[in-house]
């Protein structure tokens, strides 16, 4: 390598070196612009609080439909055999039968009669002048084999208001849990919105506090100036100094916010913590008319009939009332019918099958309850009761939403009216500070009004970059609060 030309080896370097670049780069990570709605859009995908909301959305629409099965008749196969190595035996001791004589075609019994015709009889038994006789014998019944298999269809007819109450009560439980949906994709917006302008917040305090370190860095360099020609002392450089530092410090802690509100935003966008994120800013600076132009929100309806939590609970009140006809439906007649057809084979006696058939079938239920101790009647009361409830705690939290609905509306004004405030108190400390410098640089102003002018400037700046921030979260509180986020 040391005998290669100069030339030669500062070519290799540069090319090793346009080669690294691209990896160096890919190593970086990029940073991704978002704004407001792209935040909400990512955060709402990847939320695992609204993501088990929604599987209980699909759960409840899967149960609904189950219910609306109940209205369908239900088809069912059967089938039953039986093996057993037992038989059952019986022992026939025999007998004598009568016979009858055929009269005209008519069955008569064959009476034994005396010589004077009377019928004789034998322990007041008739005695008849023929019998059958029947030997002894066992009878043997044999129950292994046999079978039974076929096809059953149960409708039911009426039960009482079940079916058609719990079919109303599970499209309530389906409704149920899309507003419950709703509700968690509100809850994680406001999150989002939370950590996105406070990340803005940091983003422009960070910027205020390198214009501040900036401007006295530059204070320090003209009062050193003025102390090699004479015009400052030494103390005039050690005052420039101490806020020279304490600029410094408040430079280290906005960093330090800015970092850490990002990390805040990627968690819960859910993207990796070391990402870097960059957000839309506008509508800070001081010349910005969008800023209280609220147009949109105070036309908004501000109903909390609107409000999906309201909404949850006039549906939780409405399914317990659903639940006073499902209560009261067991204690009503039922009826229900069900036809069938099967086939039988088996049950032997003396080694002859006795079943070999099939055949339909038809049956009808029903039942009517007669007399249960008033349980009926206590369980609908019950019933009733917990419907009342419902009632009573919508009716209560109905004042508390409106009375959130007002001072969230009144936050949104003292927050616009703070907003301007601070506004035109940043833009006057910006106009004072321009004139201390420049009657400092002439000899008519002190160095102490000048560095209370620059603090001034820097804690007017700040009020304006947290009022807007308010301003921006008080009016996502309110739509919030009207069912309009």
């Not at 549906?315 to 036809?339: I, T, W």
């Not at 009632?391 to 927050?415: D, P, S, W």
Request: aromatic share 10%; proline share 3%; glycine share 6%.
């Amino acid at each position: 390598m040391r005998h290669l030309p100069a030339y030669t080896r500062i070519l290799g370097l540069i090319a090793a070196a346009l080669l690294l670049l691209p990896a160096a780069a890919t190593a970086q990570p990029q940073k991704r612009f978002l704004t407001l709605e792209q935040c909400r859009s990512i955060a709402l995908d990847s939320s695992a609080v609204l993501r088990s909301a929604r599987l209980m959305e699909e759960k409840t629409a899967l149960d609904r439909k189950a219910v609306i099965t109940n209205f369908l008749p239900k088809f069912s196969a059967y089938g039953l055999y039986l093996w057993t190595s037992s038989s059952f035996d019986y022992d026939f001791s025999g007998g004598a039968l009568p016979i009858y004589k055929n009269v005209y075609g008519n069955l008569v019994p064959d009476l034994m009669k005396d010589a004077a015709g009377n019928i004789v009889y034998n322990n007041g038994i008739p005695v008849f002048n023929q019998y059958a006789v029947i030997p002894p014998m066992t009878l043997s019944l044999d129950l292994s084999g046999t079978f039974l298999a076929g096809v059953t269809v149960q409708q039911p007819i009426f039960m009482g208001g079940k079916i058609i109450s719990g079919y109303r009560m599970a499209d309530i439980g389906s409704g149920m849990a899309v507003l419950n949906s709703e509700m968690k994709a509100d809850e994680v917006i406001i999150s989002v919105d939370e950590a996105y302008w406070l990340y803005v917040k940091t983003c422009r305090m960070l910027e205020a506090a390198e214009s501040f370190s900036s401007t006295v860095d530059s204070m320090y360099s003209f009062v050193q100036n003025a102390i090699d020609v004479g015009m400052a002392t030494s103390t005039d450089l050690l005052k420039v100094e101490v806020q020279r530092n304490n600029a410094e410090l408040m430079y280290a802690k906005a960093r330090n916010g800015k970092r850490l509100s990002m990390m805040n935003l990627c968690h819960i966008l859910g993207l990796p913590l070391t990402a870097e994120v960059e957000v839309d800013q506008s509508g800070f600076d001081l010349d910005s008319t969008s800023l209280l132009t609220a147009d949109e929100i105070w036309s908004a309806e501000d109903s909390v009939e609107n409000r999906a939590d309201y909404r949850l609970l006039a549906s939780q009140a409405e399914l317990k009332r659903r639940n006073v006809d499902f209560v009261r439906s067991d204690f009503l007649p039922q009826l229900g019918v069900m036809a069938g057809y099967g086939y039988s084979y088996g049950l032997k006696l003396q080694e002859e099958t006795l079943l070999n058939k099939a055949g339909f079938s038809i049956m009808a239920t029903l039942r009517i309850p007669i007399f249960a101790w008033g349980e009926g009647y206590l369980k609908v009361q019950s019933a009733k009761k917990e419907h009342e409830m419902a009632l009573e705690e919508l009716q209560r939290l109905e004042g508390l939403m409106e009375l959130e609905i007002t001072k969230n509306r009144y936050a949104v004004t003292e927050a616009a009216l703070q907003a301007e405030m601070t506004r035109t108190a940043l833009k006057s400390a910006e106009d004072n500070l321009k004139v201390c410098r420049d009657q400092y640089e002439l000899g008519m102003e002190t160095l102490v009004n000048v560095l209370e002018a620059q603090t001034q400037w820097y804690k007017c700046s700040s009020d304006w970059i947290s009022a807007v921030t308010e301003y921006r979260l008080s009016c996502s509180r309110y739509l919030q609060s009207i069912g309009k986020l």
